[in-house]
């Protein structure tokens, strides 16, 4: 038993002792028996029901026992059936107390070996009874599957269910309509085949067996276990089995009322099942509050039992402030309370001051959290955004309320007689190391007749209690209210949100309303409770965030919002009273894990609430300095994103050309003065050096997104020349991908950055092997083609973790999912089931997302719901959207990929008055593959949907079908691709610009300038000129090279000038040079800036000539980075090419006059490349095509041999044409 409960248990032991002769008999244990309802339950304590047979197999038709070949023993005797019977609970599940039951210590204990083959089976009876079904009968349970095997994630045991026998000789498991809260059959195989019993975890069954057997009588109670192979052993336990009936649910439900705010946090790192925190509030509010079961936790406050006290009960420990959704990032800026009825001065012990409660004594909902704890007391909160109201009703003489902190780091003033204290907090996320101070008012509404700080536990700055007589009036309500601007705002800020007669009714009230309009955007007719259940906890939790940041200094009539400046350099020092930070006007919003929320949360938003969506954005760009900017840090890729998802969207209220300015400044300066980093600047090796492979590709997925806004602001902007330059050099960029996905590395390490063996191993490198959604068709090449992309997704989805890899808890997860390697822990995992998108073969995307849906989203009414972290909200995204039938997978872009939908019927309320309605009425667990989609009535035949065609509203209607259809496989069905879809199988898959200044060539410049610095690839050098006016030549040393791009970078120093005016020129023969592209009046806007420039029509030459004609300053010229883009591996190409041809020769598959023929093609396509004619290099290879699938070709030849040759040659025409 743990050392921290001894003080308590002694002195509970002692009070009991005393009292036990006086207590009055209701108040002692009462044993749960049948009762007169016909309504059963058992926890298998010593006062409940036990097993009227121990061990036992049920006789079935002709007194045949229901058991085949599974054994066990029992006192040394073997039995030929499974063992059940009462025993201490499961040693060792994870995020749950040792030794215990779902409740209480015990709980029914199951196990055997399977002696026989994979159908084995037994069934042993548990109870005698006699139970009347009726209509609102059922059946629940919990059960803990634990592996005997050496995987100890192993599904073996979780092939069990509880069974009923009826009186009329039938059970349970024989009708086919009986299904869990999920859908399951209830036999024991159906329940293990669905993966739904997560193995060394408790797991919930409802059964509403009144809906299927409905007058029939249940006689005994059994379990059921059914092997899914030979040659196992199983174990595990079952506990609180109850059979009751419910009475009539059918009451009207609006949306708030199905949310859990408790899901998710029956959850620990070992076995993430969302990570997350219970947050009282309204929608974006400034701030939350929680029940805290462990106080002195900044990240996991709220642990659902893996905290129980010795009698397996949750205890809370305070009501405490919040501003993290998740464990992911810690808690700061905290503000705790907790009633007490103690007669003296209270403990300042959080453990001594936790209150035991009951699960069924908890109401938990976003608008208000209530619980009555076992001793009597009541505690009840609600919340506003800036505010929070507690109501406390005590049952004895006194009542105090306990004031704390989660550590020493800030100030509380007590102001006892006039029934108020503030303070500050100056706790910092360990993680971020944000958070301003934060000041707190709060008042309580009762007389205070005794108060003090509390000290002995190092919190004594900020620990403390206030006395109130409760003899009479048992209630105290306390208001508190938090500012980042002052202790005067945060009065000011109670009184425009709690103030005058204010109670907590009205702020429950408030906040309810606030969430019904959030959640009411989608609805869902026909949807059963535990679905809904799940859905909308999953919308709750993706509008908690981001947090309004401002605060209103007017009035109600005459609002005046201000915030103080999140990061910026503070003007003053803090005081006790008043922040120092500089206050600035506006509406500012913080908190988005953008590199989670990026991929479903903040497309969801896009969709659901676009003008919200324009707000929010507008108000996180407020945020200033090293730390507060979201496109400066770790996460900036991915906010940089979301903002142009948003603008390609066409987001309303966004200030398109000042966001477009800051996501250029992100997208093209390497960062301060002397950070080398290689993220702008292109590289054979980008990623490799400073990155994560992770990073580098979703600076890659960025580049994309930037590129394709920057093209549809040219489109509006057709004079402006550099948006254009900018389009194509980041789309060009967002192909380098392929110098990061090298096919031979990642099947060594492809976890790490590629070259650097020093990183720690951070995520699976599996869904980082198809992280490139903006090239679908370029990463099937890059493993073979698209069959053999399919190929490795499959190889992912269905191969599970090794003995070695379940040791990380990456692993485990995905080994708890039994989805191959498939886990949400990372960024890139959301999108990687929809990536078979791009091989033609949609329905195993369909397939794949069902089983995530039906796996990884169960247990929620036991605090799970997930299976991974819900860090940023990105798993209850992809619960949206993958219910809707579409993802967006391309961000940037106006696509969304379709997938199935999850629900037979959904409707998204769109703004404006649109409703986009979802039918899928032949949809269920069976019929999960798409035969056919129809919008509006018309076929739908690509697996792609516009979002202004989606935004308009209308019906999207899916036929569903058992089987795998034909139905967006062809290759003009599949999403848009950087690299066209006619290379499929190309061994010449490279689509990468490269810095050709690095192949075998020589730069000169005049007065014996050093000009290395120009091409070193790092922004904080620079090469200076003493001259405004110079040349600086590029030769090169064998093939002469195609020039598509050149850039130039700002110099790091803010003394120097940059090349204001300029021309680009080549030559063959050094004499005479061709002008290829003129600059004049240009400027870059920051430091380290990287500018692209693109030449129109460009040709091969053996040199190059940058003639600079002027500068922009007095200052020296200088010169970052000088690079050449263009394409390598044209020349390897055609020997490629000539090899596969003879290949195909040796195979018999080509004739030799036909390989006469195309060789010749190919030659002169080769020799028109080094000669610099590349329209004719272009024609000589159309001919190729053309003889490969002409009618004289050889009809015996195999398709794939066609594909193969062609493919490689439609390569090079499309290096050579673009």
């Given at each position: 038993?743990?050392?921290?409960?001894?003080?308590?248990?002694?002195?509970?032991?002692?009070?009991?002792?005393?009292?036990?002769?006086?207590?009055?008999?209701?108040?002692?244990?009462?044993?749960?028996?049948?009762?007169?309802?016909?309504?059963?339950?058992?926890?298998?304590?010593?006062?409940?029901?036990?097993?009227?047979?121990?061990?036992?197999?049920?006789?079935?038709?002709?007194?045949?026992?229901?058991?085949?070949?599974?054994?066990?023993?029992?006192?040394?005797?073997?039995?030929?059936?499974?063992?059940?019977?009462?025993?201490?609970?499961?040693?060792?599940?994870?995020?749950?107390?040792?030794?215990?039951?779902?409740?209480?210590?015990?709980?029914?204990?199951?196990?055997?070996?399977?002696?026989?083959?994979?159908?084995?089976?037994?069934?042993?009876?548990?109870?005698?009874?006699?139970?009347?079904?009726?209509?609102?009968?059922?059946?629940?349970?919990?059960?803990?599957?634990?592996?005997?095997?050496?995987?100890?994630?192993?599904?073996?045991?979780?092939?069990?269910?509880?069974?009923?026998?009826?009186?009329?000789?039938?059970?349970?498991?024989?009708?086919?309509?009986?299904?869990?809260?999920?859908?399951?059959?209830?036999?024991?195989?159906?329940?293990?085949?669905?993966?739904?019993?997560?193995?060394?975890?408790?797991?919930?069954?409802?059964?509403?067996?009144?809906?299927?057997?409905?007058?029939?009588?249940?006689?005994?109670?059994?379990?059921?276990?059914?092997?899914?192979?030979?040659?196992?052993?199983?174990?595990?336990?079952?506990?609180?089995?109850?059979?009751?009936?419910?009475?009539?649910?059918?009451?009207?439900?609006?949306?708030?009322?199905?949310?859990?705010?408790?899901?998710?946090?029956?959850?620990?790192?070992?076995?993430?099942?969302?990570?997350?925190?219970?947050?009282?509030?309204?929608?974006?509010?400034?701030?939350?509050?929680?029940?805290?079961?462990?106080?002195?936790?900044?990240?996991?406050?709220?642990?659902?039992?893996?905290?129980?006290?010795?009698?397996?009960?949750?205890?809370?420990?305070?009501?405490?402030?919040?501003?993290?959704?998740?464990?992911?990032?810690?808690?700061?800026?905290?503000?705790?309370?907790?009633?007490?009825?103690?007669?003296?001065?209270?403990?300042?012990?959080?453990?001594?001051?936790?209150?035991?409660?009951?699960?069924?004594?908890?109401?938990?909902?976003?608008?208000?959290?209530?619980?009555?704890?076992?001793?009597?007391?009541?505690?009840?909160?609600?919340?506003?955004?800036?505010?929070?109201?507690?109501?406390?009703?005590?049952?004895?003489?006194?009542?105090?309320?306990?004031?704390?902190?989660?550590?020493?780091?800030?100030?509380?003033?007590?102001?006892?007689?006039?029934?108020?204290?503030?303070?500050?907090?100056?706790?910092?996320?360990?993680?971020?190391?944000?958070?301003?101070?934060?000041?707190?008012?709060?008042?309580?509404?009762?007389?205070?007749?005794?108060?003090?700080?509390?000290?002995?536990?190092?919190?004594?700055?900020?620990?403390?209690?206030?006395?109130?007589?409760?003899?009479?009036?048992?209630?105290?309500?306390?208001?508190?209210?938090?500012?980042?601007?002052?202790?005067?705002?945060?009065?000011?800020?109670?009184?425009?949100?709690?103030?005058?007669?204010?109670?907590?009714?009205?702020?429950?009230?408030?906040?309810?309303?606030?969430?019904?309009?959030?959640?009411?955007?989608?609805?869902?007719?026909?949807?059963?409770?535990?679905?809904?259940?799940?859905?909308?906890?999953?919308?709750?939790?993706?509008?908690?965030?981001?947090?309004?940041?401002?605060?209103?200094?007017?009035?109600?009539?005459?609002?005046?919002?201000?915030?103080?400046?999140?990061?910026?350099?503070?003007?003053?020092?803090?005081?006790?009273?008043?922040?120092?930070?500089?206050?600035?006007?506006?509406?500012?919003?913080?908190?988005?894990?953008?590199?989670?929320?990026?991929?479903?949360?903040?497309?969801?938003?896009?969709?659901?609430?676009?003008?919200?969506?324009?707000?929010?954005?507008?108000?996180?760009?407020?945020?200033?300095?090293?730390?507060?900017?979201?496109?400066?840090?770790?996460?900036?890729?991915?906010?940089?994103?979301?903002?142009?998802?948003?603008?390609?969207?066409?987001?309303?209220?966004?200030?398109?050309?000042?966001?477009?300015?800051?996501?250029?400044?992100?997208?093209?300066?390497?960062?301060?003065?002397?950070?080398?980093?290689?993220?702008?600047?292109?590289?054979?090796?980008?990623?490799?050096?400073?990155?994560?492979?992770?990073?580098?590709?979703?600076?890659?997925?960025?580049?994309?997104?930037?590129?394709?806004?920057?093209?549809?602001?040219?489109?509006?902007?057709?004079?402006?020349?550099?948006?254009?330059?900018?389009?194509?050099?980041?789309?060009?960029?967002?192909?380098?991908?392929?110098?990061?996905?090298?096919?031979?590395?990642?099947?060594?390490?492809?976890?790490?950055?590629?070259?650097?063996?020093?990183?720690?191993?951070?995520?699976?490198?599996?869904?980082?092997?198809?992280?490139?959604?903006?090239?679908?068709?370029?990463?099937?090449?890059?493993?073979?083609?698209?069959?053999?992309?399919?190929?490795?997704?499959?190889?992912?989805?269905?191969?599970?973790?090794?003995?070695?890899?379940?040791?990380?808890?990456?692993?485990?997860?995905?080994?708890?999912?039994?989805?191959?390697?498939?886990?949400?822990?990372?960024?890139?995992?959301?999108?990687?089931?929809?990536?078979?998108?791009?091989?033609?073969?949609?329905?195993?995307?369909?397939?794949?997302?069902?089983?995530?849906?039906?796996?990884?989203?169960?247990?929620?009414?036991?605090?799970?719901?997930?299976?991974?972290?819900?860090?940023?909200?990105?798993?209850?995204?992809?619960?949206?959207?993958?219910?809707?039938?579409?993802?967006?997978?391309?961000?940037?872009?106006?696509?969304?990929?379709?997938?199935?939908?999850?629900?037979?019927?959904?409707?998204?309320?769109l703004p404006g008055g649109r409703d986009l309605v979802i039918n899928a009425p032949k949809l269920s667990n069976k019929n999960k593959y798409v035969q056919a989609v129809r919008f509006n009535g018309a076929a739908i035949e690509q697996t792609s949907l516009s979002h202004d065609l989606l935004k308009?509203?209308?019906?999207?209607?899916?036929?569903?079908?058992?089987?795998?259809?034909?139905?967006?496989?062809?290759?003009?069905?599949?999403?848009?691709?950087?690299?066209?879809?006619?290379?499929?199988?190309?061994?010449?898959?490279?689509?990468?610009?490269?810095?050709?200044?690095?192949?075998?060539?020589?730069?000169?410049?005049?007065?014996?300038?050093?000009?290395?610095?120009?091409?070193?690839?790092?922004?904080?050098?620079?090469?200076?000129?003493?001259?405004?006016?110079?040349?600086?030549?590029?030769?090169?040393?064998?093939?002469?090279?195609?020039?598509?791009?050149?850039?130039?970078?700002?110099?790091?120093?803010?003394?120097?000038?940059?090349?204001?005016?300029?021309?680009?020129?080549?030559?063959?023969?050094?004499?005479?040079?061709?002008?290829?592209?003129?600059?004049?009046?240009?400027?870059?806007?920051?430091?380290?800036?990287?500018?692209?420039?693109?030449?129109?029509?460009?040709?091969?030459?053996?040199?190059?000539?940058?003639?600079?004609?002027?500068?922009?300053?007095?200052?020296?010229?200088?010169?970052?980075?000088?690079?050449?883009?263009?394409?390598?591996?044209?020349?390897?190409?055609?020997?490629?090419?000539?090899?596969?041809?003879?290949?195909q020769f040796e195979k018999d598959s080509l004739s030799e006059s036909e390989t006469a023929s195309l060789s010749y093609a190919l030659n002169q396509a080769q020799q028109a490349f080094k000669s610099g004619n590349l329209s004719a290099s272009v024609y000589y290879l159309q001919t190729y095509v053309?003889?490969?699938?002409?009618?004289?070709?050889?009809?015996?030849?195999?398709?794939?041999?066609?594909?193969?040759?062609?493919?490689?040659?439609?390569?090079?025409?499309?290096?050579?044409?673009?």
């Open positions: 038993m743990s050392e921290k409960y001894t003080t308590k248990i002694f002195t509970g032991l002692l009070c009991l002792v005393l009292i036990l002769p006086f207590v009055p008999q209701p108040l002692m244990p009462k044993a749960h028996a049948r009762s007169a309802s016909g309504d059963f339950f058992t926890s298998f304590e010593q006062w409940d029901p036990v097993p009227d047979w121990k061990s036992s197999a049920e006789a079935g038709s002709g007194g045949k026992k229901l058991s085949s070949g599974i054994t066990s023993s029992s006192g040394g005797h073997k039995l030929n059936t499974m063992r059940t019977v009462a025993a201490p609970g499961p040693v060792n599940l994870y995020a749950s107390p040792k030794q215990a039951g779902w409740t209480g210590k015990r709980a029914l204990s199951y196990s055997g070996t399977v002696s026989g083959n994979s159908d084995s089976y037994a069934v042993n009876r548990l109870f005698r009874v006699k139970i009347p079904v009726h209509k609102d009968t059922r059946l629940s349970y919990y059960v803990a599957p634990v592996s005997r095997e050496k995987n100890k994630m192993s599904p073996v045991s979780g092939y069990v269910a509880v069974d009923l026998a009826f009186s009329d000789g039938t059970y349970l498991h024989q009708i086919s309509r009986a299904v869990d809260q999920d859908g399951i059959r209830m036999t024991a195989s159906a329940q293990g085949a669905s993966r739904t019993l997560k193995t060394g975890q408790w797991n919930y069954k409802d059964v509403d067996i009144g809906k299927v057997a409905k007058g029939k009588t249940i006689t005994r109670i059994l379990l059921a276990y059914h092997a899914p192979k030979a040659d196992v052993s199983f174990s595990g336990a079952v506990d609180d089995i109850r059979i009751e009936n419910t009475g009539d649910q059918s009451s009207d439900k609006e949306p708030v009322d199905y949310v859990n705010i408790l899901r998710g946090t029956q959850s620990n790192p070992a076995a993430p099942e969302g990570e997350t925190v219970p947050l009282v509030g309204v929608p974006n509010g400034f701030s939350y509050w929680s029940p805290a079961i462990n106080s002195s936790s900044a990240s996991h406050f709220y642990p659902y039992r893996e905290n129980n006290n010795p009698d397996n009960l949750p205890e809370i420990q305070s009501f405490s402030l919040g501003h993290s959704p998740n464990s992911r990032t810690s808690d700061r800026q905290s503000f705790q309370v907790m009633p007490s009825g103690f007669h003296g001065t209270p403990s300042a012990s959080r453990l001594n001051r936790g209150l035991a409660f009951h699960r069924e004594d908890e109401d938990a909902a976003p608008d208000h959290y209530r619980v009555t704890f076992t001793n009597g007391l009541k505690a009840e909160m609600a919340a506003d955004s800036h505010s929070a109201i507690f109501h406390f009703t005590f049952n004895g003489r006194d009542g105090n309320l306990i004031f704390d902190h989660l550590t020493n780091d800030g100030k509380l003033t007590l102001n006892a007689r006039d029934g108020t204290l503030e303070g500050f907090s100056d706790d910092r996320s360990s993680d971020t190391d944000q958070g301003r101070r934060l000041y707190f008012y709060a008042t309580v509404d009762r007389p205070v007749i005794d108060w003090s700080k509390l000290s002995g536990e190092n919190r004594d700055h900020m620990t403390a209690f206030y006395k109130f007589d409760t003899s009479k009036n048992k209630s105290v309500t306390l208001k508190v209210a938090v500012s980042l601007i002052s202790i005067d705002q945060a009065k000011k800020n109670l009184e425009l949100e709690l103030g005058g007669k204010t109670r907590f009714a009205d702020v429950s009230k408030r906040a309810r309303s606030a969430w019904n309009r959030r959640l009411s955007k989608v609805s869902l007719p026909g949807a059963g409770d535990a679905q809904k259940t799940t859905f909308y906890s999953s919308l709750y939790r993706l509008y908690l965030y981001p947090n309004a940041g401002y605060e209103n200094t007017g009035s109600k009539k005459k609002p005046d919002d201000r915030y103080a400046a999140p990061e910026e350099a503070t003007h003053a020092e803090n005081s006790a009273v008043k922040t120092g930070a500089p206050i600035h006007k506006g509406r500012n919003y913080v908190n988005s894990d953008f590199a989670f929320s990026a991929q479903t949360a903040w497309p969801a938003y896009i969709l659901l609430e676009p003008e919200l969506t324009g707000r929010l954005i507008n108000g996180m760009l407020l945020n200033k300095g090293a730390s507060g900017d979201i496109l400066n840090g770790p996460s900036a890729a991915y906010a940089a994103l979301a903002l142009a998802d948003a603008a390609a969207k066409d987001v309303p209220g966004l200030h398109t050309d000042q966001l477009y300015k800051r996501l250029a400044r992100y997208a093209s300066v390497s960062g301060p003065v002397g950070q080398q980093t290689d993220r702008v600047i292109l590289q054979s090796d980008a990623g490799k050096k400073n990155e994560a492979l992770d990073d580098a590709l979703a600076a890659k997925i960025s580049d994309f997104a930037m590129g394709n806004l920057a093209e549809k602001l040219a489109a509006d902007q057709p004079s402006n020349r550099a948006l254009m330059d900018d389009s194509r050099y980041f789309l060009k960029r967002s192909a380098d991908y392929v110098h990061l996905l090298d096919p031979s590395a990642m099947k060594k390490d492809p976890g790490r950055s590629a070259d650097d063996v020093s990183l720690p191993y951070i995520h699976d490198p599996g869904h980082q092997a198809f992280n490139v959604p903006q090239d679908g068709q370029g990463l099937a090449n890059l493993y073979g083609g698209r069959k053999a992309l399919q190929e490795k997704l499959d190889d992912f989805f269905t191969t599970s973790p090794d003995e070695e890899a379940l040791k990380k808890p990456e692993a485990t997860l995905a080994a708890a999912g039994q989805l191959g390697r498939f886990v949400f822990d990372t960024p890139a995992s959301a999108g990687t089931p929809y990536m078979y998108a791009f091989t033609g073969s949609p329905w195993k995307t369909q397939a794949a997302v069902r089983k995530i849906m039906n796996r990884f989203y169960t247990g929620e009414s036991i605090g799970g719901g997930f299976l991974g972290k819900d860090t940023g909200a990105m798993l209850s995204g992809f619960y949206l959207f993958s219910a809707a039938g579409f993802f967006p997978l391309q961000k940037g872009t106006d696509n969304y990929v379709l997938g199935a939908p999850y629900f037979k019927h959904m409707i998204l309320h308009s509203g209308g019906i999207l209607t899916f036929d569903m079908g058992s089987a795998p259809s034909d139905w967006g496989s062809s290759a003009g069905d599949l999403p848009d691709s950087l690299t066209p879809l006619s290379t499929d199988d190309s061994s010449i898959y490279s689509a990468a610009l490269t810095d050709l200044t690095g192949q075998k060539a020589e730069i000169t410049a005049p007065d014996a300038t050093d000009v290395r610095h120009l091409t070193d690839n790092l922004s904080g050098t620079a090469a200076t000129f003493p001259d405004p006016v110079v040349s600086v030549d590029v030769q090169f040393r064998s093939l002469s090279n195609r020039v598509k791009m050149y850039t130039l970078t700002s110099s790091a120093s803010g003394r120097s000038s940059d090349p204001k005016s300029w021309r680009l020129l080549g030559s063959n023969d050094g004499v005479h040079w061709d002008t290829l592209d003129t600059r004049s009046d240009e400027s870059f806007a920051w430091r380290s800036m990287t500018r692209a420039f693109t030449i129109k029509n460009p040709k091969s030459y053996a040199s190059y000539r940058l003639e600079i004609s002027s500068k922009s300053g007095k200052g020296p010229l200088a010169v970052g980075e000088y690079q050449l883009l263009g394409y390598t591996g044209i020349d390897s190409g055609f020997d490629v090419m000539r090899h596969s041809l003879m290949k053309q003889m490969i699938h002409s009618d004289s070709f050889n009809t015996d030849a195999p398709d794939q041999a066609r594909k193969q040759l062609s493919a490689d040659a439609h390569a090079i025409v499309n290096l050579l044409s673009d």
